[in-house]
């Protein structure tokens, strides 16, 4: 069964950096774009990052432009978020999920997440 | 970029009620809209994909229609594990696959 299980979350202070990583199996992984969506606390859900099969093509929310890269191992199945010069406002969790079954119109499956706090 | 807006932003309703939530679009996606269910502490569930695909397992008394601008969530009856938020979201243009801001459906 399709699995997606995020890691590398917890509290860092305000300028700092964090890395985030997303196991999947369950599905062939280098056939399938991958994103990124977060929310913060008691907020709504924002869509972060996208990355395509190959790891050719990379698109980002303007809210993380310039400070946060997402890259694939396609060799180990594993999805990152690299966030830098990170503020208060990135406090919240973060979900890797792809549309697997559906295709590329809706997220079908979603890792449980990982919590991201950045102090002040 | 495509904004959504959705409504209402909370609603309250009893066991067997039909729920109605509209989700509308700055500019016309298509067909390239999905919703999600999510409980709190728990990741998003997609209810219905296309605007009107229901999900692998999603109960049938969930449906999805519309297109353009102009989208709706209907729960026939709702039940008690449908107390939730819902969210669209739009696939025809990106960067950013937008969410909207979501309907919390609480117990009346």
């Known amino acids: 069964q399709v699995q997606l299980e995020e890691s590398g979350g917890g509290v860092v202070q305000s300028g700092r950096s964090l890395r985030l990583s997303c196991g999947a199996s369950?599905?062939?992984?280098?056939?399938?774009?991958m994103h990124w969506v977060r929310q913060a606390p008691g907020k709504g859900l924002e869509w972060v990052a996208i990355i395509s099969h190959d790891g050719s093509q990379k698109n980002y929310a303007a809210s993380v432009k310039g400070r946060f890269t997402i890259s694939r191992d396609n060799s180990k199945n594993t999805l990152h978020l690299q966030m830098n010069s990170l503020r208060t406002e990135d406090t919240g969790v973060y979900y890797c999920?792809?549309?697997?079954?559906?295709?590329?119109?809706?997220?079908?499956?979603w890792g449980q997440g990982t919590l991201v706090t950045v102090s002040s | 970029a495509i904004q959504l807006t959705q409504s209402p932003s909370s609603l309250s309703a009893s066991v067997g009620d039909r729920v109605t939530i509209t989700c509308r679009a700055s500019q016309g996606v298509s067909s390239a809209l999905a919703w999600y269910q999510q409980k709190p502490g728990k990741a998003p569930k997609l209810l219905i994909y296309?605007?009107?695909s229901l999900g692998n397992g999603v109960p049938s008394r969930f449906s999805g229609s519309g297109s353009g601008t102009d989208f709706t969530l209907i729960i026939s009856s709702l039940q008690p594990e449908d107390f939730a938020t819902y969210y669209c979201q739009q696939f025809a243009s990106y960067p950013p696959f937008t969410f909207g801001p979501g309907t919390k459906v609480d117990i009346k």
């Open positions: 369950g599905f062939t992984f280098s056939g399938y774009s």
């Open positions: 999920a792809s549309g697997i079954i559906v295709g590329a119109t809706a997220f079908d499956f």
């Open positions: 296309d605007a009107s």
